[in-house]
């Protein structure tokens, strides 16, 4: 194939390679008599030397098989082992991986027919098993329990006794549980059973409802009757067992969603407690949020490719201070001439919103754009079998979190917060007392509109942002503010998460549009009973 | 009896009952016969495709109306017209659906959205719209009933202000995810449509355009009169006392639930009769029509026009759609930026709608050319009881 050495340096090198070989190396010296047969014309002779090459255990083993499959294995008539490659470049010996050089002419290509092609694949599964490299073992056990026939049980079992590693043990076990199911022993077939009920496996479930379904004619997969129940059992605690994780499963999810919209309204409903207008312009935050993640992500692509993973580091604070600006820019402009006219502040904040989608749209054009997931947001934590947890799911609930405390540390400990609950409570009061109502008022939707910013950033890891990303939410966001009640934050954690929650537990039992609809129902019946939220202000803020 | 006609007669003063007279004749007579009797492509001539479009425009106007007559009049701001305009354009349109017959594409006598669905029968609730009596009960009654029942909760519980319009945008946003799914069975996405006849009249032949523009028109000019009617009546006088100090009415012995709810349902079920007439002129009708969007422009055609005077809002929803009928074909980019810049200029600088600003400018003429000197105060105590009560802070800021 690659010979294309020169012959004389080959011969040169031919003596040098034969001393080598002389050296004793213990396990060299053990394969070698296989490596003889292994040269054999003999088709069976070659199938016992590897076979027998899989019994042995030996790392160097492996690389011998997995050369021979690659049809790149050359033997010396010495009995050592050489590969060729395609480049040209000289053959390597196998194990030391030193070029060696040998007479091209004396070496063999071992035979590689089906019948032998057939023999090396369980023998490197075997070897691959004992490997001492846990990542090989691991990989090697998996594919085995993919495909294991009963034939694998005896060496399944035999490595599983030595094994430790717990992810290939389960791997194994649960490989092995499955043959085992049909072994004629009936105290292996219960064992079985119990192991596949303690791992959980589902696709196991399917194998163990095969066993209890009557047949046809009546009769069972499973003679024993005990052997069914336990079954039985099995199946009904691996069911039991897939409701909490998908109950674990939806909380996560509702718990995200329920920060989306907490991000999402949170500003809202500071807002509109604050200066009794709704800001119709909100959703539009959320959009800008998303494209400055968007902008920020570009940006750090073409100009500093290798920190990609951290682009969204100054994207949370871009975002916000972009949604900020914008928000003073329109409470400046437009909206303080619209406080006390709560009606005409909705329609004027709704022509704002077609106004910013629309330049949204010239910008950066109608089509959704895709902002990537940095790489340790994709992918996710596998909790339990069946149950991966996705990290963007689990970082937007901790950004909420993070959020919601320095929203709250701001409103609660800073004398600007102390300004901002004044204000809110009494605003004609806390003017006379010298707290610049205007200038907290513009702060304050600055505030919430940088924090609906941030939301944007978290909602762009979720799906594809466009120019009405933020309409899609307008709606959410008000019911939250609507259940939580205006003006205190706990309302509106309440509102969100309970939104959020609810949705996610409903949508198994209908579609998630059903859903939508029950909610909405609910929360207008809600307000029948509780028409200031659920956590109304008490006292003279109530009367506004 | 007599009284009941020197009511009637009361609405308008002379020159108004001269003026509405003339205006509904050039509509109901003029247009049509400069639509009929010039030849095609003559100066006088009034192209074909712009009766269907005024007749559209007629439905938006009745909306106009029910918008005028909860907002303007009750200071209820409802940012979910449009599912009632929608309701009752779907029962006129399972009518029409019910009308093909086995002409779809399928050759089924079930529409072609059900036999795409598979499905084998008719559901209950499109039983019966194979009459057109029954198609036109409906669309008046479904609407009017979901406006009595949300309007009975919502208006019991004292949802007022911000909060019952944002969740009059929750009816219609929930409506609207309702009817987008396909097993909801009014067609889901693409909803009714490929109409073929209504009464055995094509509705592709003109005659039957002009008929149906007639019909809008002369349902415009009832239902003005109709609201006309309320707002002067007693009922009317209280509903502007709600609007404006909802507390004290309830303190001299009224329950503001009843009259609330009265104009409420009033004004869904003249939504109802627009979205009836506009389905069969339109040839469609599909959940994109409960889009908030959707309702949130039909308050501004009542912003543009002004509150509380009935012709303001009929002006400008004919103005509004006019602009909007010209700029998406001529310059469609430009015409979120002027529909938005409407939103804001007019609650910024015509808090009272154009009619306000020709009010103003027609006090200002009259006294200047009554005494000579600037008007100081163009609002004082001579100005006609009739015009708009621009809603007063307290009222609405609740």
């Known amino acids: ?544 | 009896m007599h009284g009941r006609l020197e009511s009637i007669a009361s609405l308008h003063t002379r020159r108004g009952w001269l003026a509405f007279l003339a205006i509904t004749l050039t509509v109901m007579v003029g247009l049509p016969l400069l639509n009929l009797l010039p030849p095609a492509g003559g100066r006088l001539h009034l192209p074909d495709f712009l009766i269907p479009l005024l007749g559209k425009f007629f439905c938006y106007g009745i909306v106009a109306l029910a918008m005028d007559l909860i907002w303007g009049y009750v200071g209820v701001l409802s940012l979910g017209h449009g599912v009632f305009f929608a309701l009752g354009g779907y029962a006129m349109g399972m009518h029409l659906m019910r009308s093909i017959g086995t002409e779809g594409v399928y050759r089924s006598k079930l529409p072609d959205f059900m036999v795409f669905l598979d499905w084998k029968e008719l559901p209950w609730y499109w039983q019966g719209f194979d009459h057109f009596w029954f198609a036109a009960l409906m669309a008046l009654l479904v609407p009017t009933g979901l406006a009595y029942v949300f309007g009975f909760f919502a208006f019991r519980s004292r949802i007022r202000g911000v909060y019952f319009s944002i969740i009059t945008q929750a009816l219609t946003f929930a409506m609207m995810l309702l009817f987008f799914r396909n097993n909801t069975g009014f067609g889901g996405n693409n909803g009714l449509t490929d109409f073929k006849r209504l009464l055995g009249f094509s509705l592709h032949a003109h005659s039957t355009k002009v008929s149906l523009y007639l019909v809008s028109g002369a349902a415009l000019a009832l239902s003005y009169l109709a609201c006309r009617f309320v707002v002067s009546s007693k009922l009317g006088r209280l509903l502007a006392a709600i609007r404006d100090a909802e507390s004290r009415i309830m303190f001299s012995g009224y329950n503001p639930l009843d009259y609330k709810l009265f104009a409420w349902t009033l004004s869904a079920l003249l939504c109802g009769l627009a979205g009836a007439l506009y389905v069969p002129q339109v040839g469609i009708i599909n959940p994109g029509e409960m889009q908030p969007s959707n309702s949130i422009e039909m308050a501004i055609w009542v912003a543009v026009g002004g509150r509380g005077t009935l012709v303001g809002p009929l002006l400008g929803a004919l103005l509004v759609n006019g602009a909007k009928s010209v700029f998406t074909v001529v310059y469609p980019e430009a015409w979120l930026f002027l529909l938005g810049g409407l939103f804001i200029g007019v609650t910024l600088f015509l808090p009272r709608g154009l009619l306000g600003l020709f009010d103003s400018a027609g006090q200002v003429w009259r006294r200047a050319r009554k005494r000579p000197g600037p008007a100081h105060n163009p609002r004082s105590d001579d100005e006609p009881a009739a015009t708009l009560t621009p809603m007063t802070p307290d009222g609405a800021a609740e």
């Open chain 1, 1 to 544: 194939m690659s010979s294309r050495m020169n012959p004389v340096a080959a011969r040169l090198f031919a003596a040098v390679v034969c001393l080598l070989s002389l050296l004793p190396g213990a396990e060299a010296a053990d394969l070698r008599p296989l490596l003889k047969q292994l040269a054999s014309d003999e088709r069976s002779a070659v199938v016992e030397a590897v076979e027998a090459l899989g019994n042995s255990g030996d790392p160097l083993a492996l690389s011998i098989l997995e050369a021979l499959q690659g049809g790149t294995l050359r033997l010396t008539p010495a009995g050592r082992a050489l590969i060729a490659s395609d480049t040209g470049s000289p053959l390597q010996e196998l194990g030391s991986g030193k070029a060696a050089a040998a007479d091209p002419t004396a070496l063999v290509t071992p035979l590689v027919s089906n019948q032998v092609r057939r023999a090396i694949e369980p023998a490197i599964a075997q070897l691959q098993l004992v490997s001492p490299d846990g990542a090989t073992r691991l990989k090697a056990a998996r594919e085995l329990a993919r495909r294991a026939g009963p034939e694998d049980a005896a060496l399944m079992r035999a490595v599983l006794a030595r094994e430790t590693e717990p992810e290939i043990r389960l791997a194994l076990e649960s490989a092995l549980a499955r043959l085992d199911l049909t072994n004629p022993d009936r105290d292996l077939r219960l064992q079985a059973i119990r192991r596949i009920q303690a791992q959980g496996d589902i696709q196991l479930k399917s194998e163990l409802v095969r066993l209890t379904a009557a047949k046809e004619d009546g009769a069972f997969a499973e003679p024993d009757a005990e052997v069914r129940a336990a079954a039985a059992a099995a199946i009904h605690a691996i069911d039991r067992r897939q409701t909490l994780v998908g109950l674990v499963a939806n909380l996560l999810y509702g718990l995200s969603l329920g920060s989306v919209l907490l991000l999402a309204a949170l500003g809202l409903a500071i807002t509109f407690g604050q200066m009794g207008i709704i800001n119709m312009a909100h959703g539009e935050m959320l959009m800008l949020g998303a494209y400055t993640a968007y902008a920020i992500q570009n940006f750090v692509r073409s100009a500093l490719p290798g920190l990609f993973d951290y682009y969204l580091v100054p994207a949370l604070p871009a975002a916000f201070l972009v949604c900020a600006l914008v928000g003073i820019a329109l409470e400046r402009s437009i909206l303080r001439f619209l406080y006390g006219r709560p009606l005409e502040s909705l329609l004027a904040t709704w022509g704002i919103s077609l106004v910013i989608i629309q330049v949204v749209r010239l910008v950066f054009g109608a089509q959704n754009v895709t902002v990537a997931n940095p790489s340790w947001l994709s992918g996710g934590y596998a909790a339990a079998p069946g149950l991966v947890l996705p990290y963007s799911r689990v970082a937007i609930v901790l950004l909420g979190a993070i959020v919601v405390a320095l929203v709250w540390l701001l409103l609660q400990r800073t004398s600007l917060g102390l300004q901002i609950r004044a204000v809110t409570q009494n605003r004609p009061m806390a003017a006379s007392m010298g707290v610049r109502t205007a200038w907290v008022d513009t702060l304050t939707f600055a505030l919430g509109s940088g924090v609906a910013g941030i939301g944007g950033v978290a909602l762009s890891q979720l799906g594809n942002v466009g120019p009405e990303l933020g309409q899609s939410y307008i709606v959410d966001s008000f019911m939250v503010v609507v259940l939580g009640g205006v003006g205190n934050i706990g309302g509106a954690i309440a509102g969100a998460m309970g939104l959020g929650i609810v949705a996610k537990y409903l949508e198994p039992f209908t579609d998630a549009v059903l859903a939508k609809i029950f909610l909405l129902l609910f929360i207008i019946l809600f307000i029948q009973k509780r028409p200031q939220g659920l956590f109304a202000l008490k006292g003279r803020a109530a009367e506004g």
